[in-house]
């Protein structure tokens, strides 16, 4: 019987810095001569192949311990822990999944069962059937790696800070780990387990969502992307390392995880049904996977000078598999690099936004407990929104007109469609459609409300930082800076019709979705 170790001891030290591929070869493309499932398969082959290269399992690997931080006073797995519990709710993936990894270290450490378990809750948010489906979809391939791999999933009902309590005493868990999401109400569920567990049982949190770890980034908000830039690239040689692969777990529980229906799961959601699943997103870590290598092997190419342009399919479209977790952004970093750097601007660029971007919104909503309204603008836009306030509005609409696409701008209109029909709006055009519900409706937090209210009911990667970071960009200037000043947008930067004409094909875009 291994001796029962802290969690915090050496062999969870520091990760060698592992030096980026200078030589990167793009994955074998032979998707003109009809072959692309088996190029697709060939990508996956080699991912694996780097976990395996990283190390034989997470034991062999050194763990980088700033990811992960002990919320309890007790850090030590008990004599009589029976198990470690992985309790998943924001990283909803198997592969690539710090949070696992460290939970299948723990457990191989002191010669325990694993579990893996979700929490599902009758509503979260405004959620729709829309993200619940994509939700589920994602979990069921979950189960079934849980099940190869002898780590047993269990899918509970009711929120993990009320009955997980009870689960791990009942079950003598010894450990249980936790994802990392800086939003309110994750960030309190965290803390109120961290109080209701059994006293000498540690709860562990994790960043896997990050690549360098949010609270190790940065110990304060940030003002903008150049401020946190150098922070986050001087340490990507430290964190943008390759994962090891998960194995089969060696220690099989006695503790066995209920069958699943997830029918039934689907049917007793108290949900909006109205705004039904995106045919065209398909779900789950493979279908995400396939996404990514799509954009590596093809998109990425014009990532650099077609990104900003809505009718070009320039762009990645990671963003629903991210938000749920389903695939790693760390993955998608190190696959951009390994497989299409010879397109070093684009490669360049999506590294900004998906690493240095995506991560400032992490950090604002970190520090910012305002990071959804108002008050959590600088104080010079808070300022210059209120100098504007009673400035006359040309148009003024309705939310429902809004959320039915009934305005006079048939830009805003089609972007609108594009959003409800697809889950996702390009994201050039996010900053124009928020824009002008500030221009278009009474005040400046009615704008905000409505924008993340739309924003989170219609598209999939929706209720993330980088949405509440989008909404405040572009109504309160987070981020930004001062422009000329103007009617209702004071010194906020304003964007219109005309400049959008000047990017791209206008006329193209609202013929797409014209109806
Ligand atoms: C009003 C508004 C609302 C937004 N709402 C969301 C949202 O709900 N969820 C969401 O993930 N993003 C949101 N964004 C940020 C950005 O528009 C999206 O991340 C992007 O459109 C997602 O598409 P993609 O994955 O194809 O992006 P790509 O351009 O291919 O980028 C790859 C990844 O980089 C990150 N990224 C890209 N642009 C930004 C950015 N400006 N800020 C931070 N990270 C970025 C995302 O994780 C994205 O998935 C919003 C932006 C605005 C202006």
Known sequence: MASKRKLSDSTLDPVKPAKAEK????????????????DFSQFMERIDSDRKKAAKSVME??????????????????????????????????????????????????????????????KFLEATIRHFDFIFKGLEEVEEDCKKLNIQFHFLIGCGKDILPDFV?????????????????PMSWANELSKSLPKDVPLVQVDSHNVVPCWHASDK????????????????????TDFPPVIIHPFTSELKADPIDWDTAGKTLEVDRTVGPVESVIPGFKAGMKNLYSFISRRIKIYDEGRNDPTKD????????????????????????????????????????????????????????????????????????EDHRSDKRQHVYTKQELEDAKTHDSLWNAAQRQMCREGKMHGFLRMYWAKKILEWTKSPEEALSISIYLNDKYSLDGRDPNGYVGCMWSICGTHDQGWREREIFGKIRYMNFEGCKRKFNVDNFILRHRK
């Open 61 to 122: 690997f050194k763990f980088n311990k700033k990811r992960a931080r002990v919320l309890t006073k007790s850090s030590e797995f008990p004599e009589w822990g029976k198990g470690v519990i992985y309790w998943m709710f924001r990283d909803q993936r198997i592969h690539d999944n710090w949070s696992l990894l460290y939970a299948q270290k723990l457990a191989i450490k002191n010669e325990v069962p694993l579990h893996v378990c979700f929490c599902r809750l009758p």
């Open 169 to 185: 005493e009942k079950h003598k868990l010894g450990a249980v780990v936790i994802d990392f999401s800086p939003l309110r109400l």
């Open 221 to 240: 908000k940030e003002y903008a992307a150049r401020t946190i830039r150098s922070k986050i690239n001087s340490k990507l040689d430290e964190f943008l």
């Open 314 to 385: 320039a762009l990645s479209n990671v963003s629903p598999w991210l938000h749920f977790g389903q695939i790693s952004p760390q993955r998608c970093a190190l696959s951009a690099k390994k497989f299409a750097s010879k397109y070093k601007k684009s490669c360049d660029a999506f590294c900004e936004e998906l690493i240095v971007r995506r991560e400032l919104s992490e950090n604002f909503c970190y520090y910012n407990k305002n990071y959804d309204n108002i008050e959590g603008a600088e104080s010079w836009a808070r300022k210059t929104l």
């Open 23 to 38: 030589s990167e070869s793009e994955p074998q493309t032979s998707a003109a001569k009809g072959n692309a499932s088996s």
